[in-house]
């Protein structure tokens, strides 16, 4: 995966367009360009003001074209690895029916969803195919068709599932994927809902 | 631009996508939906219902509007007061009277301010049509403007300091990464041939992938049926990036947009397009 995202910069930068030529600005620049654009949000400011920040993780992805030096990429492992909180209990796998509904919505932070009438969605469909039966999924990550089958339902599969859709960052730094346990976008019960969509025997995912 | 017994069948192209992408919101029916609309196109132009929004705006540039119940014909787009035609191709640019750089729909917003009066917050503080709502009056000169640049390719230079700047900001602002799903416009924009749910992704990041499809803004929107503008379109995945919704015409929007026609350069503009 790595190196085809390693090859897919090196062939951006042989097409490299005009706008590459250009000097990159000052990154305070940027940040103004944003706080002074972004104002208007139907939530007290607390809520969405720090969102306009970009944290340490997503500067270095965004520096490097999600692909940043060896250095770099161990140094995000380890830090967002440490943003992990695992079920006391050990227990990781929840109801794959309230994760199959998780999967689909795509509810949640928008700014129409204020005030917040349900819980936020991982819209996980949006970006991967998960049960076969629904046909209108997205591409931008990889199909998770039969990922517990393939798996052979693996208790060591379990825990990466968990942290995995927890904080995808850790074991693939700048992935596209939204960290979805340590951005407190999902809870842990909807997360571990979510593995069990993916690895429990009967979910729709493994059948 | 006169329509003469044109809009009846524009009315009618409305009536027969109205029953599969309206009252369903099915991704599947809406793409049927949009082949037998490029179908009707390619026979007919002219059906094109946002030519109607074009035709809109022309009435709205040249009457005599706001406080100062002046027309826009003296807006200068960058050609010169009035000169419309082949105006929109070279835009962004920089305007010295403003000392920034804008683009079509920040201009216009400009002189609806400067020339006609108009109160600029109230213009900003709902700029874009709900679903079903025909384009505001900004957007329909938007569109009108664009439109008479139809067949041309896109030729803005980026060569004067502040235009070369606002590319560069606005190339830093398409990888920047923010908000609860760190999200960036690389995050959908800068791979081929991908899509969210059924919805395909423009490649944008790519010369190509953004000449494809840039032209085609501002467009008629066939999901949402009605005309949407290109600040309306990036508002639009702000939103989908959990973001507030950017200013209309603030730096940042400018900047995006510059990025993005830089990108297209050399593209064809065939505006009002119809997209999904």
């Not at chain 2, 030519?51 to 009435?59: F, H, I, P, S, T």
């Not at chain 2, 804008?102 to 201009?107: A, L, N, P």
């Not at chain 2, 139809?150 to 606002?166: I, L, R, V």
């Not at chain 2, 423009?202 to 290109?230: C, D, F, Q």
Request: charged share 25%.
């Amino acid at each position: 995966m790595r190196i085809i995202a390693i090859s897919v910069v090196a062939l951006a930068l042989l097409t490299a367009s005009p706008a590459l030529a250009q000097q990159k600005p000052d990154p305070a620049k940027v940040d103004a360009a944003v706080k002074a654009s972004l104002k208007t949000f139907p939530a007290p400011p607390e809520v969405w003001q720090p969102r306009l920040d970009a944290d340490e993780t997503m500067r270095a992805c965004a520096a490097s074209d999600n692909s940043p030096p060896k250095a770099v990429v161990d140094a995000i492992a380890k830090r967002e690895r440490g943003s992990i909180e695992y079920p006391a209990d050990g227990q990781f796998i929840g109801d794959w029916k309230k994760g199959e509904a998780t999967a689909q919505s795509g509810y949640g932070l928008r700014s129409t969803d204020y005030p917040a009438t349900r819980a936020n969605g991982g819209n996980c469909y949006a970006c991967h195919q998960l049960s076969k039966t629904e046909v209108s999924y997205g591409t931008i990550g990889p199909s998770l068709l039969g990922y517990g089958k393939l798996r052979e339902f693996k208790a060591d599969e379990v825990k990466i599932a968990y942290e995995k859709v927890y904080n995808s960052h850790a074991a693939f730094p700048c992935s596209l994927m939204p960290r979805f346990g340590s951005n407190k976008v999902l809870t842990m019960d909807q997360i571990k809902d979510l593995v069990a969509l993916l690895m429990s025997k009967d979910s729709p995912v493994n059948q | 631009m006169t329509f003469g017994f044109r809009p009846l069948l524009v009315a009618c192209a409305i009536f027969a996508l109205g029953s599969s992408a309206l009252a369903q919101d099915s991704d599947a029916a809406t793409e049927k939906a949009i082949e037998k609309y490029r179908q009707m196109l390619k026979e007919d132009p002219w059906s094109n219902p946002g030519l109607l929004d074009a035709d809109r705006g022309e009435g709205l540039w040249t009457s005599a509007r706001g406080p100062k119940k002046v027309s826009l014909e003296q807006c200068d787009l960058g050609k010169g007061p009035g000169n419309v035609e082949g105006a929109f191709a070279e835009l962004p640019r920089y305007f010295a009277d403003a000392d920034r750089v804008m683009d079509v729909e920040t201009r216009i917003l400009w002189c609806m301010e400067k020339l006609q009066g108009f109160d600029r917050a109230e213009l900003i503080k709902r700029p874009h049509p709900g679903g079903g709502q025909p384009v505001k009056e900004l957007g329909a000169i938007a569109t009108y403007v664009a439109s008479k640049s139809s067949g041309m390719k896109y030729s803005a230079k980026f060569d004067q300091p502040k235009e070369k700047e606002s590319v560069a900001l606005g190339e830093a602002l398409f990888v920047r990464r923010s908000g609860p799903f760190d999200f960036a416009c690389t995050t959908c924009h800068a791979a081929p041939n991908t899509r969210i749910r059924l919805q395909g992704l423009a490649h944008l990041s790519n010369p190509e992938g953004a000449r494809k499809v840039i032209g085609e803004w501002p467009a008629y929107r066939v999901s949402s049926t009605h005309v949407m503008t290109m600040q309306h379109r990036l508002a639009d995945c702000f939103w989908q990036m959990r973001l507030p919704e950017p200013e209309l015409g603030s730096d940042l929007t400018v900047a995006l947009i510059s990025y993005l026609t830089s990108q297209a350069k050399g593209g064809d503009i065939s505006a009002p397009g119809l997209k999904r």
